[in-house]
């Protein structure tokens, strides 16, 4: 597998000289251009979390032909690519991230472009977004004289598993270089083109997981009081589990979701035979660590286990019953909101929604959001027929004129600091 270069034209080349004279400074529509291409290219080749080396390498080279020099290593994340813009003149020092990696899964977007990978997609963006934010990084380097402190640009991989934002956060390169705020966006489904949204606070639920096993005693099918029939004790725990929040939670305080996704049973596929084991996966999403009480009640773990045991003390039934955290809730600093939104507002050529929102998905740019005031957008991906379909879906897209709204949104960002 390898990417086709994209050799830039002299029309989009801001930095070429000609005849001794430098050309005409990018303008935001060569740049939306310049991105859109790129996109194509990232699209059609997506690569998994922690495996994106030949992405990273593109991003690479494609920063270095635009005047980049210094680059930051991150311990453990090989495709971890930090690039810094220093415009030498006192100010202060922001960072935007953008993520690399794709997903498993087929494509049925119906584009030109779509993956050449038979298993792996980019169904959730994230080629956008680099896109974008490699836009933006040629642009503002272009303008550099206009701006003032430091600005960086971190491309990450890994937003699909582990290891990726916590990572970065974990290896304490953020605080070598002094970042004092940041930025990201997301492609957002069914939003118009040229729209943003963005509110103060807790906007994204955290991400956690778990996983029970059951164990117990087979039987013929014929005659289940002989068993412990597990299948049903499994759906039991399954209706149990998803009615959690709803029934020992007061969720107008503490809103959450346990969402079962994956229920097994019998491995042997024997309609005639009860199986002894079955295993049960799924997800917890909630804006509160869920190992710890919250207001003097009960912690959601607890919660769990507790309403699950009289399952697991049915004789002959074994349970095991792991819980794990991932990633905490995502939040909106209100005071960098405060500050910097309002001058968005006046400057940015399309429109933002302020409106409040929490929604129940999650994202480990929640981990930077833990340690340093951040910003996260949501821009708005869909016109015409592309940009409508569902994160993660098999269809997919993101319109072509989507491209010059999110690179304006962070260039405004740099420039009303």
């Not at 080279?61 to 991150?74: R, W």
């Not at 004790?233 to 959690?244: G, Q």
Request: aromatic share 10%; net charge neutral.
């Amino acid at each position: 597998m390898a990417f086709t270069r994209f050799f830039m034209l002299p029309v989009f080349s801001g930095l070429l000289l000609v005849s001794g004279f430098a050309q005409p400074k990018p303008s935001l529509s060569e740049i939306s251009a310049y991105s859109f291409e790129i996109y194509k290219q990232l699209h059609q080749y997506p690569e998994l979390g922690k495996k994106e080396f030949k992405t990273a390498a593109l991003v690479r080279d494609e920063l270095k032909t635009y005047g980049f020099t210094k680059f930051y290593e991150v311990d453990g994340l090989p495709t971890c690519v930090i690039a810094e813009l220093d415009t030498r003149k006192e100010g202060p020092v922001i960072a935007f991230r953008a993520e690399l990696d794709a997903r498993p899964g087929k494509e049925k977007s119906g584009v030109a472009y779509a993956s050449k990978i038979d298993s792996l997609v980019h169904s959730c963006g994230h080629d956008a977004h680099t896109s974008i934010l490699l836009g933006v990084a040629r642009l503002l380097n272009s303008r550099k004289q206009l701006l003032k402190g430091k600005i960086y640009f971190v491309f990450q991989p890994a937003e699909e598993v582990k290891g990726g934002a916590d990572d970065i956060v974990n290896s304490g390169i953020l605080k070598k270089l002094n970042i004092g705020s940041m930025y990201a966006l997301h492609a957002a489904s069914g939003l118009d083109v040229g729209k943003v949204t963005i509110s103060p606070g807790y906007i994204m639920a955290g991400s956690n997981y778990f996983t029970i096993d059951i164990e117990g005693k087979g039987s013929h099918a014929a005659t289940p009081y002989e068993g412990s029939n597990i299948p049903v004790v499994a759906s039991k725990m399954v209706t149990t589990l998803s009615s959690i929040p709803a029934l020992n939670m007061d969720i107008s305080e503490r809103p959450a979701v346990v969402s079962v996704t994956h229920l097994e049973a019998g491995k042997s596929g024997g309609l005639n035979v009860i199986p002894s084991q079955a295993v049960i996966r799924g997800t917890i999403r909630a804006y509160e660590q869920i190992d710890e009480p919250f207001n003097g009640r009960p912690s959601i773990s607890d919660i769990i286990r507790d309403q699950l045991a009289p399952f697991c003390a049915i004789p002959g039934v074994k349970c095991n019953i792991d819980i794990r955290k991932g990633s905490p809730p995502t939040y909106n600093s209100p005071e960098l909101f405060d500050h910097m939104v309002p001058k968005l507002i006046k400057t940015f050529q399309g429109s933002i929604d302020t409106t409040p929102h929490r929604g129940m998905f999650s994202e480990d740019f929640s981990y930077y959001t833990k340690g340093i005031p951040c910003l996260y957008f949501g821009l708005g991906i869909a016109k015409e027929n592309l940009g409508h379909a569902n994160v993660h879906s098999e269809e997919f897209s993101v319109h072509p004129d989507t491209f010059r709204y999110g690179i304006e949104l962070f260039v405004r960002i740099a420039e009303v600091q």
